[in-house]
């Protein structure tokens, strides 16, 4: 069994900022790719963030500049440091990590997602 735990939405005013927290745990070996996405009221799922395993990361160009991902490997930890934050930011946001349980079984895990609202 593993699970992922989202922690750290809420709501902010434009230009404010918040840091997500994920933490995976349970039957793990060990994680490759760990990412951020997310999900707008009507609008499909999208990539926001993803990091490897040794640190190499990638961004969707709306949030460059603005957001940044990291990851605790020894915690099983990711998060999402969001700044300048504008209301169409506003969704709810998933994290998700492909690792390799304890059984060898390689797949991709989603968390519960958190909501992030951006108003004044």
């Known amino acids: 069994q593993v699970q992922l735990v989202e922690s750290g939405g809420g709501l902010v005013q434009p230009g404010g900022s918040l840091r997500l927290s994920c933490a995976a745990s349970?039957?793990?070996?060990?994680?490759?790719?760990m990412g951020w996405y997310r999900q707008a009221p009507g609008k499909q799922r999208e990539l926001v963030a993803t990091i490897t395993s040794v640190g190499n990361t990638n961004y969707v160009d709306s949030v460059k500049g603005r957001f940044t991902i990291s990851r605790d490997n020894p915690k099983n930890t990711v998060y999402l440091q969001m700044n300048s934050l504008k209301p169409e930011d506003t969704a709810v946001y998933y994290c998700?990590?492909?690792?390799?349980?304890?059984?060898?079984?390689?797949?991709?895990?989603w968390g519960q997602g958190t909501q992030v609202t951006v108003s004044s």
């Open positions: 998700n990590a492909d690792l390799i349980s304890r059984s060898y079984y390689r797949s991709t895990y």
């Open positions: 349970g039957s793990i070996f060990s994680i490759n790719a």
